[in-house]
């Protein structure tokens, strides 16, 4: 498991590009040459292999992604793999059966949604995401301590404004106090936030785009090289980071206007 | 060898009923009484007997210390949950029950709890389904609602279990309800389920597509249903009986249930009719009236359907979806019969609601469907699978008191989530997790489902240790937690201590005790048949005595007879079977040359031209020796 922050990434060369293909084996019920997760031959479960979500679903580390084609084979492997289909048979293989329809469940749940998918990929290239990472999380269980906010430098300005007008709100609540044009400032900014967080779809999937291309260029026998791809990284990184960020303080925003 | 079969339970809060998929279509198995429905109503006896369904429904009124119902409200639940129930429903919860121990409900000087109480239930269906098939019943798979947490889900489990059933799947009662109208619906379409039963408010809405039914959201209120109803209604009785007539009769706990009948019959009616009369027969030749109006009614219960309008715009704000992309509205529950709680129904998805199934019955042949499926699928639901998710948000407590959520509601299930912990001081050798279950921030206002202790960690410095815990819901809601500590390997023991709920041990031990009241119901059938063989002997014996051929008996043979016939009918009065059976066959040796004689005499009659029906062997069994009239004919 990859210990690095994303910040010293950059020396640590922790990128994984190549996907590991599971080894084929054989069903080991009737022998014959078996799919991932269940024999094509006579659809028994086979045993649990680790692998990460793309790889499960036989997908390329890629962002962009047609999720009706992800939502049919969702569906197929379901036919397969879940508890109800394998109810009445050995106790290994329910076992086996549970084993996998959760794994594919999560991976079906985390590459359905853009956002978590792109956070999934990024863990697997080693960043631990500052908001929502692991680390963090577990830093926060074991201090006790609010998950720490870095503001992204691009929104210091507004977001200290903000921060006044919220703490002003909050004590006007408190008083009992009413300032419509506060009121109505708030609203503004909400709806410009609202924008901007919006907007960053748009600039999260270009950089998707980027990475992919990278991808393909590998896969077509390019080189790309590691600093090339860090940069796309990063900047995914980044991109979210400001977008988790914004969706923190719209929920702030919230909580002070309807209190 | 034939697939064993799997029955289909819907352990409802009023009523529970038992399902089989027969052939292509679902079917209700009815009770020995001929009825789809077996009320959840459970009483104990002055004899000690356990008493289920219809039959105990008259305890409640006469012998209401000796009978329970809506135990269903109870499942999972501790002392200090209960307390707003406990002012509403006649529960007599045992007095020395500990904060957190698994209730105890008083029934006469017994105390039951309530997975015990549910698995009477669930016997007597067992036993009405053991009769439809003429053989042991012994796999079900059965419905809880939607919104049940791990620990009302673990509890259902237990009561399965106790009733001598192999639990095959939970499964939700509206996601059932849907696999029951979903069996003839072919094309792809997203369907909302509101289902508004005796005790639990569900919604669900579903993904239909080529025979997958994915369920997009869930919601719900597990304390929210015609209960309820009746309680304010309840109320107002109460309340006027007081004020009118001057007495309180709140404590009376025959005249509540008394009133509780009224009120009900009252709400059935208001169903059809613009206006009822609430009518109570009280002590000293008095009674309650009260003439109540459909407006009135509305006007009244009002508050509590309205409660359902959240959960509603939740489960839909989850699902990503506008009343219109709803393509179906189903209601299911008995409580969905009230007009007003249609046109609620209409008014939130903007369409009229589809109510083709009995609500009643549509849960339990949903779960007929379902049972159908696990046991390998029929032409019907081949292509049928089910695709669940997990109502709460299943999280753990940090140190703050925060929740961190580590799988989020609506997840599909099965799901899992794996979690590493460290060590915070030197040589620590455990870490204990707290597990909760809920949507809130913190972890006092969410529903504790248990504290874990990873124990066996390798000494090392403190953050050292990386322990991987892994938390799997099953595809009945249920966690299963595991760990390992990656630096060593080893396979972490983790020591369960459930917030709620009983033990494995107590439950082998109720499993135990529930082979007494098998045992007892065996015994009971036994004496039973004994009884009535041995009146069909004393019936015969008597049309012996008419018998010319009893005259030609010696009267030392008579005599003999005499005594046997006095041995017998003083040990029918016993309740020892055996005793009966072995009196019976003494007075069949005594009687043999008697029903011999019976016998030729009926023959010689015969030859002398008489035909059979003149000759004195009468109708029925004609000779005291059964044997004999066998060999006759």
């Given at each position: 498991m990859p210990q690095t922050k994303d910040k010293n990434a950059k020396d640590s060369g922790i990128l994984i590009v190549s996907q590991s293909k599971p080894a084929k084996a054989n069903c080991w019920s009737c022998g014959a040459m078996r799919a991932a997760q269940f024999c094509q031959q006579c659809g028994k479960v086979q045993p649990p292999v680790p692998v990460d979500y793309f790889t499960f679903f036989g997908l390329p580390y890629k962002l962009n992604l047609e999720t009706g084609k992800l939502e049919r084979e969702f569906y197929d492997l379901s036919r397969h793999l879940h508890p109800d289909i394998n109810a009445i048979k050995s106790e290994r293989e329910q076992a086996w059966a549970l084993e996998q329809s959760s794994h594919l469940n999560d991976a079906y749940r985390t590459l359905k949604d853009p956002i978590t998918r792109t956070e999934y990929l990024l863990r697997l290239q080693g960043v631990q995401l500052e908001e929502q990472s692991k680390a963090a999380t577990e830093e926060a269980r074991r201090t006790g301590q609010i998950k720490k906010q870095v503001v992204p430098p691009g929104l210091l300005e507004e977001v200290f404004e903000l921060n006044m007008q919220l703490e002003e709100m909050r004590m006007n609540k408190k008083m009992g106090e009413i300032d419509r044009s506060l009121e109505r400032e708030l609203e503004d900014a909400k709806k410009h936030l609202q924008d901007k967080y919006d907007g960053m779809m748009q600039e999260l999937s270009a950089t998707w785009n980027e990475w992919d291309a990278q991808v393909d260029r590998s896969e077509q026998g390019e080189t790309v090289l590691d600093e090339d791809r860090l940069t796309v990284r990063d900047k995914m990184v980044e991109v979210l980071n400001r977008r988790n960020y914004l969706r923190n303080l719209l929920h702030d925003i919230d909580e002070v206007l309807e209190s | 060898m034939a697939p064993e079969r799997i029955v289909g339970i819907d352990l409802g809060t009023t009523n529970s009923l038992v399902a089989y998929m027969e052939g292509e279509r679902p079917v209700v198995i009815p009770g020995e009484d001929g009825l789809n429905l077996v009320p959840s109503v459970v009483a104990l006896d002055e004899n000690g007997q356990i008493i289920v369904g219809n039959a105990a429904r008259k305890h409640l009124i006469e012998t209401p210390d000796r009978a329970v119902y809506s135990v269903k409200r109870l499942m999972g639940r501790g002392l200090e949950d209960v307390q707003d129930e406990l002012k509403l429903f006649p529960f007599r919860l045992a007095e020395d029950l500990a904060p957190g121990e698994v209730l105890r409900i008083k029934l006469g000087d017994k105390t039951f709890t309530p997975p015990e109480i549910s698995a009477f239930i669930l016997r007597q269906l067992k036993r009405n389904a053991d009769r439809y098939f003429a053989a042991p019943v012994t796999k079900a798979v059965i419905t809880v609602p939607a919104y049940f947490n791990d620990a009302q889900r673990q509890a259902t489990k237990d009561a399965g279990r106790i009733a001598g059933l192999e639990v095959l799947r939970l499964v939700n009662e509206p996601t059932a309800a849907s696999l029951a109208y979903g069996l003839d619906q072919k094309q792809s379409e997203t369907v909302a389920v509101y289902d508004l039963g005796g005790g639990t408010f569900d919604i669900s809405i579903l993904k239909l597509h080529e025979g997958i039914f994915e369920v997009v959201a869930t919601n719900g209120d597990t304390h929210l249903g015609g209960d309820d109803i009746d309680n304010l209604l309840i109320t107002i009785a109460l309340d006027d009986i007081q004020g009118d007539m001057g007495f309180d009769v709140r404590r009376n706990a025959e005249i509540v249930q008394a009133i509780r009948k009224a009120v009900i019959e009252a709400k059935i009616a208001l169903s059809s009719n613009e206006k009822t009369v609430l009518d109570v027969e009280l002590p000293g030749g008095k009674s309650y009236q009260r003439e109540i109006t459909r407006a009135q009614f509305e006007k009244l219960i009002q508050p509590v359907i309205e409660r359902t309008v959240g959960p509603v715009k939740q489960a839909l704000k989850d699902a990503g979806l506008k009343p219109k992309d709803i393509n179906e509205a189903v209601l299911v529950g008995g409580s969905t019969r009230i007009p007003r709680v249609r046109q609620l129904v209409e008014e939130l998805f903007e369409r009229t609601p589809h109510s083709d199934l009995n609500p009643d019955e549509v849960v339990a042949l949903g779960a007929a469907v379902q049972a159908n499926i696990l046991s390998g699928g029929s032409e019907a639901t081949k292509e049928m699978l089910l695709l669940d998710v997990t109502p709460l948000s299943l999280g753990i407590e940090s140190l703050g008191g925060g929740v961190v959520k580590i799988i989020h509601r609506?997840?599909?299930?099965?799901a899992s989530a794996n979690e590493h912990f460290t060590t915070g001081v030197e040589g620590q050798t455990n870490v204990a997790i707290h597990v909760v279950q809920g949507e809130r921030e913190l972890a006092k206002d969410c529903r504790s489902l248990a504290r874990f202790d990873l124990k066996g960690i390798p000494p090392m410095p403190a953050g050292l240790p990386r322990i991987e815990v892994k938390f799997l819901i099953d595809a009945n809601g249920i966690l299963h937690v595991s760990a390992r500590e990656l630096r060593s390997g080893k396979e972490s023991e983790i020591e369960v201590q459930p917030s709620y709920g009983l033990t494995d041990e107590q439950v082998e031990n109720m499993i135990l005790e529930s082979f007494d009241y098998a045992e007892e119901d065996f015994r009971q059938r036994q004496v039973m048949e004994a009884r009535t063989e041995a009146e069909t002997m004393l019936t015969a014996l008597e049309k012996g005595r008419k018998n010319p051929a009893w005259q030609q008996l010696s009267s030392q043979e008579r005599g003999n007879i005499n005594k046997l016939e006095t041995a017998l009918r003083a040990v029918m009065k016993e309740d020892d079977y055996q005793a009966i059976r072995s009196a019976i066959d003494v007075l069949n040796q005594g009687t043999m040359h008697l029903a011999e004689m019976m016998m030729d005499s009926a023959v010689s009659s015969a030859l002398k031209g008489k035909d059979m029906a003149t000759a004195d062997v009468g109708e029925g069994p004609a000779s005291p020796h059964p044997i004999a009239q066998a060999e006759i004919k």
């Open positions: - | 609506n997840s599909t299930i099965p």
